[in-house]
């Protein structure tokens, strides 16, 4: 045959094969082009869509020029290659499809597997006549046993995983968005099961370029509903589900995060991304089905319950509680049924209640940092012989104790607390006259100076149990709440009426 009649005939194989798939490659074009400007995918998903379209291109490409090789009337090499190459190209683009969404990352290899075992096989199947081969005459033979379907399982295999991958990584979200996707991975499947009972031969780019473009959009509106950090669901989602949901939400729960700007100011925002996420691990980890769970702020979280009794609900916090308790973070949970509330009343009960316990829960551990803060004070006042006292606060700013050492007690002459009470008075009645006002005035002025700049520093006279004066120095210092409010008042006085007496 002349160069120029087979040119013709080659040009127009390309032609047909273009115009066969030319709503495909429209298709996949106009996904590349619209990757472009993706604002809520992951870099890394947008650059394995782009992969999966260069496969699906290169999988139509290869069926077409497999399918051309048919026509011919003696077997070539460039067919016992690319019909191989086929049948891995399918399985192949559902791992690229699983991989836009970052399924399997710690077993990749593993999920490689079953494909670089059957890649020898395949490859050598013309020889070996496992699956099937080619004779000389070009016909294709399948082998006579099971294995002639093996290609076919392989595609299957990867199918099921995506399936079950899809459903569990998008479990929390309501069946209506994962329905697109899995009507056409259905459709898919049941495609295969046709082709493989009628022993019909066909390309799956069209299928796979279908599949693409309707998973594509998929994870776009998932993603979009969905917080980037810690991949709950967003704060558009709460707002949304709090409508379409409010006739099956029983309960409301409303969860913050202690201490987050603390985490990100001493140890960097990268810890504190590594404290929300793990937070959000621990509400979900026990996946209790009809519950849903939204990050609605930086520290803050909101839970809905489908159908839940009180006792599930509470159940289910104290399994959250465990799970934080096995970390370092804390939060303050609170939760409302519903009942005859509305979802925004029934949520801002449940807020009011965290904050509640989150109050509580921020007193005791900063109690705790106050009182290691004050026995290292004591410790230092009783080695250098000095009186000390304390004061504590209630969350009003109203002093609600007082203690007077021991030491405090010994060196102003008395004995216990029976001798001298754990009173203010006891030792603001002792004060000289002449510096009574003064000096209350500087102890009442530190207390109410919520800025934390002023301190209680002062010298006075004090009359001692066998009622003589002498000349004492006092300090204190405030350990205050974050809001300002007082929390503690440590302080120590020291004799110098022999420094005075002799002038220095």
Excluded at 6 to 16: F, Y
Excluded at 453 to 463: A, F, H, P
């Amino acid at each position: 045959m002349p160069a120029k009649t087979q040119l013709k005939e080659t040009d127009v194989s390309v032609v047909s094969l273009v115009l066969s798939n030319y709503i495909m490659i429209a298709e996949l074009l106009g996904l590349w082009v619209m990757l472009g400007s993706n604002v809520h995918l992951k870099k890394r998903t947008i650059t394995a869509t782009r992969i999966v379209i260069l496969l699906i291109l290169t999988e139509a490409v290869c069926w077409g020029v497999e399918r051309w090789t048919r026509e011919l009337d003696h077997l070539t090499y460039t067919r016992i290659i690319l019909a191989p190459t086929v049948y891995l190209l399918h399985p192949i683009i559902m791992l690229g499809i699983m991989d836009m969404a970052g399924y399997f990352k710690k077993h990749r290899v593993l999920l490689y597997l079953p494909i670089i075992i059957s890649a020898p096989l395949l490859y050598s199947s013309q020889w070996t006549h496992i699956f099937y081969w080619f004779s000389t005459e070009n016909l294709y033979i399948a082998a006579d046993s099971i294995l002639r379907y093996y290609p076919y399982f392989l595609f299957l295999l990867y199918v099921v995983i995506f399936v079950a991958e899809f459903t569990m990584r998008y479990a929390r979200y309501g069946t209506t968005e994962r329905r697109g996707v899995m009507i056409s991975v259905v459709a898919a499947f049941i495609g295969v099961i046709c082709h493989i009972i009628f022993d019909v031969d066909a390309d799956y780019s069209t299928l796979f370029a279908s599949l693409l473009l309707i998973y594509y959009l998929s994870l776009y509106v998932l993603t979009s509903k969905e917080d980037t950090l810690t991949h709950l669901m967003n704060r558009q989602c709460y707002f949304s589900d709090s409508q379409k949901l409010r006739d099956r939400i029983t309960a409301v729960v409303s969860v913050d995060m202690n201490d987050l700007k603390k985490i990100n100011d001493s140890r960097g925002h990268g810890a504190g991304d590594e404290a929300l996420v793990t937070v959000a691990a621990c509400l979900t980890k026990n996946r209790v089905r009809n519950k849903k769970v939204y990050r609605i702020g930086g520290d803050e979280y909101a839970i809905f319950y489908l159908n839940k009794t009180e006792d599930e609900v509470k159940a289910d916090i104290e399994t959250m509680r465990a799970e934080l308790a096995g970390t370092e973070y804390v939060c303050a949970f609170g939760y409302e049924m519903v009942k005859y509330k509305d979802i925004d009343s029934a949520m801002r009960a449940a807020d009011r209640e965290m904050y509640s316990n989150k109050a509580v829960l921020k007193d005791t551990e900063e109690r705790r940092i106050a009182a290691h803060k004050e026995a290292t004070i004591r410790v230092m006042h009783e080695a250098l012989g000095s009186g000390m006292w304390g004061m504590e606060f209630d969350e009003a700013g109203r002093m609600v104790s007082v203690e007077w050492s021991q030491e405090f007690r010994r060196m102003i002459g008395y004995e216990d607390e029976n001798d001298f009470p754990n009173v203010l008075e006891s030792w603001s009645d002792l004060l000289h006259p002449d510096d009574k006002e003064r000096v209350l005035k500087e102890f009442r002025d530190t207390i109410e100076d919520y800025s934390g700049q002023k301190n209680y520093d002062v010298e006075y006279r004090l009359r001692i149990k066998n009622g003589k004066w002498r000349w004492f120095h006092a300090i204190g210092r405030l350990l205050r709440r974050d809001n300002g409010v007082p929390l503690s008042y440590v302080g120590m006085f020291v004799d110098i009426t022999d420094q005075n007496a002799a002038g220095l």
